[in-house]
């Protein structure tokens, strides 16, 4: 079975393979993003003076 998860970004739903977890460091939550949105999502993420507590695909690190 495919699970599912809508992209924080753009709104549309993609299976789970599709798309790569954004995670805040201290928190459960995880936000998912899908490929066409990440250079975006990146480049937002990297201008915020707190980016060093997000973890995940999206920055290019492992955990
Ligand atoms: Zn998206």
């Known amino acids: ?3 599912w ?3 924080a970004y753009c ?6 393979a599709l798309l790569k977890p ?9 936000n998912w ?6 250079p975006a999502v990146k480049s937002n ?3 915020l ?5 997000f973890k995940g695909e999206i920055k290019g690190q492992d955990k």
Do not use: F
């Open 49 to 53: 003076p707190y980016s060093s507590l």
């Open 45 to 47: 993420l990297l201008k």
């Open 22 to 30: 954004l995670h805040e460091q201290g928190k459960d939550y995880v």
């Open 11 to 16: 709104g549309k739903w993609y299976s789970l």
């Open 33 to 38: 993003y899908c490929e066409r949105c990440k």
């Open 1 to 3: 079975m495919t699970e």
């Open 5 to 7: 998860k809508m992209c």
